[in-house]
């Protein structure tokens, strides 16, 4: 085999809880992440030149050491001795710096595709372990579905699927730092922390309508006051016929959560009419067979 394609597909955060902050200046989480279906494309070339070569249709994406499908490569090629060279082209479609770990997951993705190019027979938990030292969210990207994370967010334990829905997302035109949003926030004036247990037995119970009622980010707290369009955007999810509606990560996406395809898209068409946001997408839950 001489090239692959691979699908990196977004994740949403259905609780985000932040319970304290550790030594090493990292803060420990419990939060539930859910993967969708909207993804960005990866070309993997095995090269007989032993460089790495990532191009994008993106003009302006950095695709060098700075880009965490790069890094991948070589994180790959150190740990398993492979000589040859790889090129991948990447097709991005999960918009940059959103809270939806496109990068983490392209970086996932490259892990899966060489581990499967290259015949490594390397197991998932020892690339998730991998992958960990790129960034908390890899891991969680190379197992996808519904799943609890805690820790910094490598401590995975996969859940049961979330039952099928539409969800769309709306990215607001500004850029939210992670770094600058966890050193604002001030854990002592959190109100209200998600019911991860509620969600769960939610979850199970395939309740949607209980599930979203329970979405819940504590990070709200600091983005939301900083860049009030993330609160505009909520109440419109909620005009527009949401049954719940919550900030990913640590912004500036925010998702609803619909029981029907017509009911999304109409409220994807209204929000791009609002002139509130830029980017606007249509998608819905995904769970791999277990």
């Not at 909207?38 to 695709?63: A, G, K």
């Not at 939806?100 to 595709?113: E, H, I, P, R």
Request: glycine share 8%; with cysteine.
């Amino acid at each position: 085999m001489r090239e692959l394609y691979v699908r990196a597909r977004a994740k949403i955060n259905l609780t985000l809880d932040v319970t304290g902050k550790r030594e090493d200046g990292y803060h420990n989480v419990e939060m539930i992440m859910q993967t969708v279906n909207l993804y960005d494309e990866l070309w993997i070339q095995r090269i007989p030149v032993p460089m790495i070569r990532i191009t994008s249709n993106l003009r302006w994406l950095p695709c060098d050491e700075r880009n965490l499908a790069y890094q991948a490569v070589q994180l790959m090629r150190e740990s398993y001795g492979i000589t040859e060279g790889v090129h991948i082209y990447l097709k991005k479609r999960i918009p940059v710096a959103a809270g939806l770990g496109g990068g983490s997951s392209d970086a996932a993705a490259v892990f899966v595709g060489l581990n499967k190019l290259f015949n490594l027979h390397v197991t998932k938990r020892e690339l998730m372990n991998l992958g960990l030292q790129l960034g908390a969210d890899v891991p969680y990207c190379i197992l996808r579905g519904t799943a609890l994370a805690q820790g910094i967010g490598e401590q995975l334990t996969p859940l049961a699927p979330m039952p099928r829905c539409w969800v769309v997302l709306a990215k607001p035109g500004i850029h939210v730092s992670t770094g600058s949003v966890y050193q604002k926030l001030n854990l002592q004036n959190i109100k209200k922390r998600p019911s991860t247990k509620d969600v769960i037995q939610a979850i199970e119970d395939k309740n949607i309508d209980q599930i979203a009622s329970e979405l819940c980010n504590v990070l709200e707290t600091v983005t939301m006051e900083e860049h009030p369009v993330i609160a505009q955007l909520k109440d419109s999810f909620i005009e527009y016929g949401a049954l719940g509606t919550l900030m990913s990560g640590s912004g500036p996406t925010v998702f609803g959560l619909f029981k029907n395809k017509e009911t999304a898209q109409k409220a994807a068409r209204q929000l791009k009419m609002g002139n509130i946001t830029r980017q606007v997408f249509v998608t819905t839950i995904f769970n791999e067979e277990r």
